[in-house]
């Protein structure tokens, strides 16, 4: 027999996921992303899908303020970072891509709208990542059949199961954007206010030092590759002389502070909502970014000493001093 205080965690946990404005936010992110889709896929591009995609973290966070019928301080401070982040690192991105010319993650998908389609509704979850993150893990290996090519999936895509798929990677998707700013969302849906003390200062402290060391490492990055120079080398100077990934090091330490903020004002299983910076940690950590990444490089550089020498020398993640 299940504990009645967990039922009675649950039920809360319910309600507040299906307040009306987290409802609200969560059908204004699907329908942008969808929209987003329908422009990609009619010009055949990608270029600004991770522009979207920072412009609708935006967009929910003053939706949500306006939405909770309420204005504090805390309230105020945390939209604005949240649109500090999302102009910041929406503008490099694009700036990056208009560069680049094309996105890698698009190089098989962007001529096929339906494929195109999964991957424009996986960002709208993004946004929303407090949900079924069960969804993602269920789904990918049928993604993973669909992307290489896999004759029965291909006949499947054909006779029209592709939209089951759709609809289910749509809910993960949505449920990805949605679990990120989870926190944010609900502190903008709160009417009490509490007055601001020790965990917000603290928890904007640590945002503007994931703040400054995602920008920082990102524009050495950039720097380092525009480099003629530097064509076909690593970069290991700088903040990546501390930590092989300190952009992602950057980007847990933001929304982990923003989550350390909101609960100043959380009951009960409100703050179950630690699920977001843990869940942006996993993904990064053992999902989407690094395990990507570092395979690429070891493919690349794996054979040089120095590369080597750099791997055993530069954590992976959390920076340590080198003395």
């Not at 199961?161 to 759709?166: D, G, H, K």
């Not at 950039?222 to 530097?230: A, G, I, S, V």
Request: hydrophobic content about 45%; aromatic content about 14%; glycine content about 8%.
């Amino acid at each position: 027999m299940i504990d009645p205080h967990i039922l009675e965690l649950l039920a809360g946990l319910t309600d507040m996921i299906m307040g009306s404005a987290l409802a609200k936010c969560a059908a204004t992110d699907l329908g942008i992303q969808w929209a987003g889709w329908a422009l990609a896929a009619a010009l055949k591009t990608e270029k600004f899908y991770d522009l979207a995609g920072s412009g609708t973290f935006i967009l929910l966070a003053h939706l949500s303020r306006m939405w909770g019928g309420a204005s504090h301080t805390r309230q105020k401070v945390q939209t604005g970072l949240v649109t500090a982040w999302g102009l910041r690192l929406g503008t490099f991105l694009f700036m990056r891509i208009l560069k680049d010319g094309h996105d890698r993650r698009f190089n098989n998908v962007r001529d096929s709208p339906g494929t195109f389609f999964v991957y424009w509704t996986v960002q709208g979850t993004w946004k929303h990542r407090t949900r079924l993150p069960l969804v993602t893990i269920v789904l990918d290996p049928l993604n993973t059949q669909l992307k290489a090519g896999s004759p029965h999936i291909n006949h499947c895509l054909v006779a029209g199961s592709l939209y089951a798929f759709i609809l289910g990677r749509s809910c993960s998707y949505s449920v990805w954007v949605f679990m990120t700013l989870l926190p944010t969302l609900m502190l903008n849906s709160e009417r009490r206010d509490v007055p601001l003390g020790t965990r917000d200062y603290i928890g904007w402290s640590v945002w503007g030092l994931g703040f400054a060391a995602e920008a920082i490492a990102d524009q050495q990055k950039w720097l380092f590759k525009r480099d003629p120079e530097n064509a076909g080398r690593f970069i290991q100077s700088g903040l990546w002389a501390y930590s092989r990934h300190p952009n992602y090091f950057g980007e847990i330490l933001q929304w982990s502070g923003l989550w350390l903020s909101a609960s100043s004002v959380m009951e009960g299983p409100q703050y179950l909502s630690v699920v977001s910076p843990l869940f942006v940690w996993f993904l990064l950590r053992y999902v989407s970014g690094i395990p990507i990444l570092e395979k690429q490089a070891m493919k690349k550089w794996g054979s040089e000493p120095a590369f080597q020498e750099y791997i055993k020398n530069t954590p992976l993640l959390w920076p340590w001093p080198k003395f």
